[in-house]
């Protein structure tokens, strides 16, 4: 049975920092293409970052450069690193599993495994 369960989300201000961590069991995030997606209140769900089997990622214009994913493959977990985080970042956190990664926009067609989600909330 696969299971994605998401940590580390909170409150934070504005400018901080949060790292998000996906513990996922199952199956193999290093063989699997991962993403991360977020959904604000009476908004549509989002990518916000994706990575391949091979380590490439991508990453929509609004989180470049302050967003990082990666993998940890001894603990099987795939992490969003956050910084200069903004108001406009508040959302709900999902990972996902075993989706399409692909090397132009859209750049990730999620998989059937979806985790419970993290609440993320940046304000002072």
Known sequence: ???LVESGGGLVQPGGSLRLSCAVSGISSRT???GWYRQAPGKQRELVAVISSGGLTK???SVKGRFTISRDVAKNTVNLQMNSL???DTAVYY???AGIYYNRSPYYDPGHYWGQGT???VSS
């Open 1 to 3: 049975q696969v299971q």
């Open 32 to 34: 699997n293409a991962m």
């Open 59 to 61: 990453y929509p214009d």
């Open 86 to 88: 903004k108001p406009e």
């Open 95 to 97: 990972c996902n599993a």
């Open 119 to 121: 609440q993320v909330t």
